[in-house]
Structure formats: structure tokens, C-alpha cells
């Protein structure tokens, strides 16, 4: 049996640009924001006040980051489309899932950046692969942070206040990096 399309062309078999990429990773960004908001939204339900207070700082520099890939679009003439996201999950049996789903999509998102990181490389895009350099630095941090969080997470058990004391404790309002990309109409 063939593995042709039904049209009989060969499969397309060509990576994707760096341009495409970058539309994508828009999306990948606002899609995490929302999913972040969902996370915040169901903590603040159930009065996990720190929890909530996290995942809607987490969704707002989520938010930041896709406005950053639309700066860094405008900034160099490639058109941008603002797209809608994809469902994102609102219910959860424990507070690991949540953190867990956090992790897994930080994961992702570090996998993308990677891809756009190497496409700007496969294209001889300096300025796209410096853009992108910030982002690597960015993933490894966020990574690092979500996988302490669902550390602490199981070490607390059913004792979820020791979680909060923990983020209220260990949070620490972040200082703006100066060598962050600009954010299209200012960071929010």
C-alpha cells in the first residue's frame, strides 16, 4: 500500500520557516495565557489564594510573551494575524493535575522555541536567532520553577496551606529583565 496522499503527490516533507513559526508560537503563547487563567481561575474557586495569585501572574507573562513575538513581527514587516485559541482544560481532581498540565505545557513551549530557535539557524536568520535567544533563557527558568512547584506540591501531600505558605514565602515579584524583548503596546 502506498504511503502517497490520495492525490497522488509525494508528502511535504519541508520544515517549516521561520516566519510560520513565529505565527505559531503567537498562538502557543495566548493559548498558555488562557490555559494559566483557567489554572488561577480554579485555585481561586477554591480559596488556594497564593496558588491563584501565581497562575494569574504566570498567564499574564504568558500573554507578554506573545505580544513579544507580535512586536518582534511588526518590528520586521511580517504580517501578523491575531488568532483565537484552541479549549483549554477547567476541571481537575487535584492540585497536581494542575501543576502537572503546567509543567507538560512549559515542556511544550520550550520544544517550540527550540524549533523556531533552529529554523532561524537552518535560515541564516541572525536577528531571528538572537530574538529567540531570550526565550531559551526564559524556558529554562520557567521549567526549572513549575517543576520546584510540583515538587513542593507532592511533598505537602493533602496539606495544601503548606503550598501557599511556601509561595508566599518563596514568591518574589520578579524585577522587568532589561534585555526582555519589547511587548506590542507596553507589558501589561
Do not use: C
Amino acid at each position: 500500500m502506498s504511503s502517497l496522499p490520495a492525490s497522488g503527490s509525494a508528502p511535504d516533507l519541508q520544515p517549516k520557516s521561520f516566519q510560520e513559526l513565529l505565527g505559531e508560537q503567537v498562538v502557543a503563547e495566548f493559548h498558555a495565557s488562557q490555559q494559566y487563567v483557567a489554572l488561577a481561575v480554579w485555585f481561586d474557586s477554591h480559596d488556594l489564594k497564593q496558588l491563584a495569585k501565581h497562575f494569574y501572574a504566570q498567564a499574564l507573562e504568558e500573554r507578554n510573551h506573545g505580544m513579544m513575538f507580535v512586536q518582534f513581527m511588526l518590528d520586521r514587516g511580517i504580517p501578523v494575524r491575531i488568532p483565537g485559541v484552541a479549549e483549554v482544560r477547567n476541571e481537575f481532581g487535584s492540585v497536581r493535575e494542575l501543576i502537572a498540565l503546567a509543567l507538560e505545557q512549559e515542556g511544550e513551549v520550550t520544544r517550540l522555541i527550540e524549533g523556531l530557535f533552529a529554523a532561524a539557524r537552518r535560515e541564516g536568520d541572525f536577528i531571528g536567532e538572537q530574538f529567540v535567544h531570550w526565550f531559551l533563557k526564559e524556558q529554562v527558568e520557567e521549567v526549572a520553577s513549575m517543576s520546584t512547584l510540583l515538587t513542593i506540591v507532592d511533598r505537602a501531600g493533602d496539606d495544601l496551606f503548606r503550598v501557599e505558605d511556601w509561595l508566599a514565602r518563596e514568591s518574589v515579584d520578579e524585577a522587568e529583565d532589561p534585555s526582555a524583548p519589547a511587548v506590542a503596546g507596553g507589558a501589561a
